[in-house]
């Protein structure tokens, strides 16, 4: 095969003559077989030896018939036929490849217009005035276009082109031109705008990190905010810091599907406590805390109360409970030092919560005496912008001074804690109208009256819930029911299943609705209102759990023991507590073990109503509309309370 030749003439698909070769040497005498006219004259000349030479393609007439073409223009057949016109020669779109002999030994009459199979060359364009299809066109001469090499900076602008073999020139080589080829700034453009690499997915101790600051601290806000936390565990300076962070993983935990981790969780966050050779400073004080939370409100009380009273004995052999701690500890940073107030009081407050709702422990640091500082707005901690934290004497006085101060929604929840310590130093009482009872019942209505018109509600300036508020609003409900319960005329008998937060505690019924039975359901109608804050009750603490069961075994009681014409209000009051509890349990085990006992008490007391309805004489005053009213709705309760229970039945086995 002859090579290429990147100078010859190109054409595409077409020979280099127009007619085969006769030849000069004198006329009227033909090289090969065919007939040649020479004025009128025609002679014919045959070669016995000689093949019949092949042709490079017959003419468009002989190809449509499938006749033989014998190469002539015009050829002898359309010469006879008298077609001359129309004999033309187009080339082979299949390509002529030659005759079928050795191309070695060549027939010495071969055709010379014949080309090689492997000599393609490009198409060299077109004239106006010959077409490159056709046999005997004049071929046009274009210079042959070439290509630089490659070079890799146009895709990889940061690798070096040393790093790539060498391209071999390719000038000459004909190329066509691709409309769809970038240039080298298109091409780096392309590269920049490509979709970033997708972060890896959050682990498991990352997701109960996160939570824990979206769902937990917002109620016991003692830990440093977030950002702050951050670089503080990139300073690497306090050797307590991962026991925070691993009693900190096994809250978030409990809001996460963690599975088997949570157990693993606590036990590394417990074991870190009671390490050989911890340090007893604030952070492992605020570890300790944590954990006593997560136990309580997981049904572990007995362990909650024995990390408590370890975590109470720390607190006070540090000194936290005087204001100089946060000033010697605080690094100079007032975040810091508004942390270490806040892990006093939030620790002073949980053991007055533990104490009051399960009624077992005394409130130890009720007695404890202090002078911290009282911690600043939730905002103002956040932000970083502290003032001057103001103690319990200011609070107190705060009425008998000319100049007006503002506290902190922090400040009240501490003083409704105070309040129910106050009231569980109170002696038992016999009688309806103790002394003792309006000394104390003073202390809660005072609390009330003389709350800011921004602190009336659990709403913040931003219309946020203001979480500090809202646990000191149902801390002061609680202590009102605590204290006029036992003195009310709200047979607790039919509710004395209803356990899991505080053993029941009799009392008796009497035949009036008095004064403290009053006070006693509108507290329990106030905690039942406050459910329905257009938020999602998980994001409240735990405590609130217990309140909710308190005011449950107030509304149950009145249920069970009065016929009342707001009947209805008060199946839905029930209702309400009932579906906050259900909604508490999906995080706290000792919300679903309330659930589940208001929930059988509200069946009971239905089903004994039910019996009653049976009897001519409970009708009597009752028009046909409110029997059938009342009916259907105590139907409607019922199924909800059945289907609760197949729910949970179900959960309780997947589990």
Request: glycine share 6%.
């Amino acid at each position: 095969m002859e090579p290429f030749s990147p100078e010859a003439p190109h054409c595409n698909g077409t020979s280099s003559s127009s007619s085969p070769t006769v030849s000069s040497n004198s006329p009227g005498t033909a090289t090969s077989s065919g007939t040649v006219r020479n004025g009128s004259a025609t002679t014919t000349t045959s070669q016995p030896s000689a093949p019949p030479p092949s042709v490079p393609a017959a003419c468009l007439p002989c190809r449509t018939k499938h006749l033989r073409c014998d190469g002539s223009h015009p050829c002898g057949r359309c010469t006879a036929t008298g077609i001359v016109a129309e004999c033309a020669y187009v080339a082979s779109r299949r390509g002529y490849k030659g005759p079928r002999r050795n191309p070695n030994n060549p027939t010495p009459g071969a055709n010379p217009n014949k080309r090689h199979a492997s000599s393609s060359p490009p198409y060299a364009g077109t004239t106006p005035d010959s077409c490159p299809m056709m046999l005997g066109h004049v071929p046009v001469t274009m210079a042959t276009p070439s290509v630089h090499a490659f070079s890799p900076s146009i895709v990889l602008p940061d690798q070096s082109q040393l790093a790539f073999p060498s391209t071999p020139s390719v000038a000459g080589i004909p190329v066509y031109r691709n409309n769809y080829m970038m240039d080298g700034t298109a091409m780096a453009l392309a590269t920049q705008a490509a979709p970033p690499i997708q972060p890896p997915a959050a682990t498991l101790p990352e997701r109960c990190f996160e939570a824990f600051y979206h769902y937990f601290h917002a109620g016991h806000p003692f830990v440093l905010p977030k950002r702050n936390l951050l670089e503080l565990l990139k300073s690497n300076s306090e050797p307590n810091l991962p026991v925070l962070m691993a009693a900190m993983r096994y809250i978030g935990s409990l809001y996460v599907d963690a599975g088997p981790a949570k157990a693993r969780f606590l036990d590394e966050a417990i074991q870190l406590c009671y390490a050989p050779g911890v340090r007893k400073d604030g952070f492992l004080i605020q570890a300790l805390l944590l954990i006593i939370i997560g136990l309580d409100g997981s049904c572990e009380q007995d362990r909650a109360r024995e990390l408590l009273a370890i975590c109470e004995r720390y607190a006070i052999e540090i000194d936290l409970n005087k204001r100089e701690f946060s000033v010697m500890h605080g690094r100079g940073d007032p975040i810091m030092e508004e942390s270490w107030r806040r892990t006093w009081w939030d620790l002073y407050v949980c053991d007055g919560m533990i104490a009051g709702v399960h009624r077992v422990t005394n409130f130890l640091l009720f007695d404890i005496m202090t002078d911290v500082g009282l911690p600043c707005e939730e905002e103002e901690y956040h932000k970083g912008c502290i003032p001057s934290p103001m103690s319990l004497e200011d609070f107190d006085d705060k009425e008998f001074q000319d100049e007006d101060r503002e506290f902190s929604s922090f400040a009240y929840r501490v003083a409704a804690a105070r309040n129910l310590g106050r009231l569980m130093r109170m002696p038992n009482v016999m009688f309806p109208d103790a002394a003792e009872v309006d000394k104390m019942e003073a202390h809660l209505s005072n609390w009330r009256m003389h709350l800011p018109d921004n602190k009336r509600d659990n709403l913040d300036k931003n219309c946020q819930l203001d979480e500090m508020m809202f646990q000191a609003h149902f801390i002061t409900h609680a202590c009102t029911i605590m204290l006029h319960q036992p003195l009310s005329q709200l047979d607790s008998s039919p509710v004395q299943a209803v356990n899991s937060c505080a053993p029941h505690r009799p009392v008796r019924s009497g035949d009036q609705y008095n004064a403290h039975t009053k006070h006693t359901v509108t507290a329990a109608c106030e905690i039942s209102k406050m459910v329905t804050q257009a938020v999602p009750v998980t994001s409240h603490t735990h405590f609130f759990t217990c309140v909710v069961t308190l005011s449950s075994i107030v509304h149950l009681s009145k249920w069970a023991l009065y016929m009342i014409e707001d009947e209805a209000d008060l199946r839905q009051q029930i209702r309400l507590n009932i579906g906050a509890l259900n909604k508490l349990s999906k995080v706290w085990k000792a919300a679903n073990t309330a659930w589940g006992q208001v929930k059988g008490v509200a069946q009971e007391i239905y089903r004994q109503k039910k019996v009653q309805q049976i009897t001519p004489a409970f009708w009597v005053g009752y028009t046909q509309e409110q029997m059938m009213t009342s009916i259907q709705a105590d139907e409607s309760i019922i199924s909800e309370f059945n289907q609760g229970l197949i729910a949970q039945v179900g959960v309780t086995q997947a589990q």
